[in-house]
């Protein structure tokens, strides 16, 4: 088969271009650590029991010296916690979310950011992550749930690790 | 003498196919514009906030999947006809599946279309992913099962053409277009595997009532082992045109038959294993295959960049036929004042465009920024909706003549139709490229909120807002354009005995390809196995909890 000197070449440059698009990635996850969702051990939970599970109570709890977790339900049409009153944090803590749905998809996506993640009615999204600034970020549901899709918001609110104390926290004891 | 005196019976059929496709473009991009206005908030008027989901639905599947696939069947049915030298084998057999694929589309448009109707208690607001447990009326899930049916079956016909055709010719290479058409066709009946199951074993039961509650995750799986394919299934009827048909209309001839046929070979391979690029966010796909995933998907950058370069020196080549000299000059040369030329050009330069948006998407962790973000409906609107649509309506230009034996009416407004859609898809896709990046979301009716604003890292919202709604209008009057153009010809073209349809062969011709590039049977085994490496465990461990469980109860849009 005879292929032209200037194709050959094109293609080795095509396989550099490659290796180096793969490279990017590999980099972003050992050096950066910009880690994706699928990384933590998957969880199934029956959606339609919920209710007997840490799902029950939505909310922030704290397991460690600036750790927490943070168990939502995104339902149509708002995240719980986060619609009506803002999920408060604590800056620079390690955050660990749990989300399920016990309706249909949704899409949890802090704008702006990587924060990105789709919620599966029957599966637990998990991430981890840290937010390194006090500020505002809003939460997008960003895969369409239904008629009122697009009311679906909520906003997460970092605060100075001072001003972040247990009335944020939801007690899962009780 | 042009195709349609020589294979009036394919001509017919083709044509047949064109009308279905070219309705569905009409009302489709209608829709379109709908949206680019309702969602920058430019004009609320047309519809309201919930009906935008059932019009978004009718958009997608419109123009994904019915126009392409109507498209595909017409210009393949020509390809094949007029490279092997005979009519369809049995035309009953031929217009069983155009009737089969015309009557589900017909069946999903009605439930598409039930829910802008106020009081019926038909509609399918599900968009073209139709992820469950929302869940429309159960015409659509069948109608678009019967579209998928209707597709096996018309390349079931042009296999039986091969297969004719091979017995009396027994020793030679398959004709080009007869090899393009048949590799798609081979990928697809692969990758369709997916939707067919989760449309007969899973939804069609479910829609029925028949079981209640339904476990989200498999459906979802199966539909993008489809999914990601089905870019390909559009994507490769352009293809088809551009390496047979483009050098033919910058005036030249195609580089090399040998490397169109291993880009065909790739795209077999590489297209369906790659599906879980769309569950990058997904939490139950373990990061194992998401990596493979990010490696085969840019691997198959691989065949668009020889398609690239494969594609340019053909246009060369032609351009220096014509005259052209120098390092770049020669672009100068091609025949800019073509319509069908033009519009293949701009869709081949949008088309690079769109791939390096794609490949950011492919990059797993780069995508979580832009994932589910209007990024990506920009990004496709570039691919499916510049390079395939754009290379549709211009090689009808240079099609229709030979199916209908009359010359193209309105050949300046042929000419400016093209440059109308680039301008208005650069205006639109760029803008939302960027508000991806500030995390406006895509499918969404009213994308701004209450409790917080955008940041744009780039120009201002208020700017791409009006880019995007500009944007769509132009485009809607390129469409506009492209319909008079059409429809004068087609029923007030003047009659010509004369219309060109030579194609000419390529300069490094089938006689210097190996053999082995047509050996079908060696490359869908290869297909299948890198499917079910990629495939067999996440899907095992899906269907080991129930097929149904854990399952959440249907909410019907």
């Keep these: ?174 | 003498m042009t195709f349609v005196d020589r294979y009036p019976n394919a001509a017919r059929v083709a044509k047949a196919n064109l009308i279905v496709a070219f309705a569905a473009l009409g009302i489709g991009g209608l829709f379109g514009t709908v949206q680019a206005l309702h969602r920058t908030d430019v004009f609320r008027g047309f519809i309201t906030s919930v009906q935008y989901y059932d019009v978004l639905t009718g958009h997608g599947v419109l123009l994904a999947l019915v126009f392409t696939t109507f498209f595909l069947a017409g210009i393949y049915t020509w390809g094949v006809t007029r490279t092997l030298e005979r009519e369809p084998e049995n035309l009953t057999f031929t217009w069983s599946w155009f009737w089969m694929m015309t009557i589900g589309t017909v069946m999903a448009a009605v439930a598409i279309l039930g829910g802008l109707v106020p009081g019926s208690s038909i509609s399918a607001a599900v968009l073209y992913t139709f992820y469950p447990p929302l869940q429309g009326h159960p015409l659509f899930y069948i109608g678009a099962t019967l579209l998928v049916v209707g597709s096996w079956l018309a390349g079931w016909d042009w296999f039986k053409s091969y297969w004719s055709w091979r017995a009396e010719h027994p020793d030679e290479s398959i004709p080009l277009q007869t090899y393009m058409t048949l590799f798609t066709m081979l990928m697809w009946y692969l990758s369709s595997i997916g939707i067919a199951l989760e449309m007969v074993v899973l939804l069609i039961p479910w829609s029925l009532g028949f079981v209640q509650n339904i476990d989200p995750i498999l459906p979802r799986t199966l539909f993008w082992y489809t999914g990601h394919a089905i870019v390909y299934f559009w994507l490769l009827p352009a293809y088809f045109v551009w390496y047979s048909i483009l050098p033919k209309l910058s005036g030249g001839r195609l580089f090399s038959d040998a490397l169109t046929r291993i880009v065909f070979i790739f795209f077999l391979l590489l297209s369906t294993p790659i599906g879980f690029h769309h569950q990058y966010a997904d939490p139950e796909i373990a990061i194992g295959y998401k990596m493979w995933a990010v490696v085969a998907t840019l691997f198959i950058v691989l065949p668009s960049l020889i398609t690239a370069f494969t594609v340019i020196s053909s246009m060369e080549h032609g351009a220096r036929q014509r005259g052209g000299s120098g390092y770049f000059s020669w672009m100068g040369a091609l025949p800019w004042n073509r319509p069908a030329f033009v519009g293949c050009a701009l869709a081949g330069i949008m088309f690079a465009a769109g791939g390096f948006s794609g490949i950011i998407n492919a990059s797993l962790n780069i995508d979580m920024l832009i994932h589910n973000t209007i990024w990506v409906p920009g990004h496709f609107h570039l691919t499916v909706g510049t390079a395939v649509a754009l290379t549709f309506m211009a090689v009808t230009y240079w099609l229709l003549p030979q199916l209908t034996g009359r010359e193209l009416k309105y050949n300046k407004m042929a000419l400016a139709q093209p440059y109308t859609w680039f301008i208005g898809m650069t205006l639109m896709s760029n803008a939302m490229h960027r508000e991806g990046l500030a995390g406006v979301p895509r499918r969404t009716a009213e994308p701004e909120y209450t409790g917080f604003a955008y940041e744009a890292p780039f120009g201002t919202m208020a700017e791409m807002k009006w880019q995007i709604a500009i944007g769509g209008v132009i485009l809607f009057v390129s469409l506009v354009m492209f319909f008079v153009v059409i429809v004068a010809s087609w029923r007030n073209g003047e009659k010509s005995g004369t219309i060109d349809d030579y194609l000419p062969p390529a300069l490094s011709g089938p006689e210097q390809s190996p053999k082995i590039l047509d050996n079908m049977k060696l490359w869908m085994g290869i297909a299948i196995l890198l499917c079910i490496l990629a495939y067999t465990l996440p899907l095992a461990e899906m269907v080991m909890d129930g097929l149904f469980y854990p399952g959440a109860p249907p909410s019907p849009v």
């Design chain 1, 1 to 174: 088969m005879h292929i032209h000197r200037f194709e050959k070449i094109w293609i080795g440059l095509s396989l550099f271009l490659i290796a180096c698009f793969i490279g990017i990635v590999m980099y972003g996850f050992a050096v950066l650590d910009l880690k994706v969702p699928g990384i933590e051990e998957s969880e199934t939970v029956d959606p339609l029991t919920l209710h007997e599970t840490e799902f029950a109570m939505p909310g922030t709890r704290q397991v460690g010296d600036n750790k927490y977790e943070v168990y939502m339900v995104a339902r149509q049409f708002l995240f719980m916690p986060g619609t009506g009153q803002p999920l408060v944090l604590p800056e620079g803590a390690e955050v660990k979310f749990h989300v399920t749905s016990p309706d249909v998809l949704h899409g949890l996506h802090l704008a702006g950011t990587n924060v990105n993640v789709t919620v599966v009615p029957g599966q637990v999204s998990k991430f981890t992550t840290r937010f390194s600034e006090p500020g505002e970020y809003g939460m997008i549901c960003h895969e369409y749930c239904g008629p009122a899709h697009h009311t679906m918001e909520g906003l997460i609110k970092v605060v100075p690790k001072s001003e972040f104390d247990s009335q944020y926290l939801v007690d899962a004891s009780r």
